[in-house]
């Protein structure tokens, strides 16, 4: 019996970018239909430049579009989906950018990673897994923050930040995904933390991470620093449960 995957791909003001990811993750998906049945969920927070239109023109054969209100975040857009997945009885659920950064044609090697593990990071910073066209500063922001959580938050994966990730049911069925709180890049990070403190498998995936060539990141101050704020946080709230 092959398992139900549900690809989560955000969007705001993806247009540009939007068309060939998706193309690209149904050609990758194609030849794994023996294993996989599969849907892709455009989450469009009400892009002003047409990104979901764009989709529903496109008529793609396994493509769906969640369109929310308003831009609300990264976290928030995944529990959306999260939620729009289980009730639909999705087995898998895979975390993708819609900018290029991931590789759809890595997708496979995620998936075939899960075997009895409830959370696969698709991982940067470990061996045979490279970042391509980032400048020096933007490495170490990466590097330093998940760093940071690791020493902090007693965690010893490689790539806490990172967001190319398959989640199975029991893992968002276990750690009540519901009631995470942050909403930038913080939120891998608890994603992580919370299925390591359930007791979960967590695997770890080398992966090639390329920057976007075409529209804006969303990468911002605020994010790092909620990121760091909600870290720290957290760090104090482990130490106080240990005590």
């Given at each position: 019996?092959?398992?139900k995957v ?97 590789q ?10 899960v ?23 933007r ?77 804006q ?27």
């Amino acid at each position: 019996m092959s398992s139900k995957v549900l690809i989560c791909v955000p969007t705001y003001n993806e247009s540009e970018n939007i068309l060939e990811i998706l193309r690209r993750l149904e050609s990758a998906m194609a030849p794994l239909v023996r294993d996989y049945s599969y849907e892709i969920l455009v989450i469009d927070d009400n892009s002003p430049d047409g990104t979901a239109t764009q989709v529903k023109n496109a008529e793609f054969q396994h493509v769906e579009i969640l369109r929310r209100e308003k831009k609300s975040g990264l976290g928030p857009a995944y529990l959306a989906g999260f939620t729009w997945g289980l009730e639909r009885n999705f087995d898998l659920f895979v975390e993708c950018d819609a900018d290029g950064s991931h590789q759809p044609e890595e997708i496979s090697r995620l998936l075939a990673a899960v075997g009895g593990s409830d959370l696969v990071i698709g991982t940067r910073w470990m061996p045979g897994g490279e970042v391509q066209n980032w400048p020096l500063s933007r490495r170490l922001i990466s590097r330093l923050g998940t760093k940071y959580a690791q020493i902090a938050l007693r965690l010893p994966y490689r790539d806490l930040t990172g967001g190319y990730r398959v989640l199975t049911r029991k893992c968002l069925e276990s750690i009540d995904y519901a009631s995470v709180e942050t909403i930038g890049y913080g939120f891998q990070i608890e994603i992580a933390m919370r299925t390591h403190d359930a007791g979960l498998s967590i695997a770890q995936v080398p992966i090639t991470f390329i920057e976007r060539t075409l529209g804006q990141s969303k990468m911002s101050k605020k994010i790092v620093w909620e990121a760091l704020q909600q870290t720290t946080k957290w760090a104090f709230h482990r130490i106080r449960k240990r005590v």
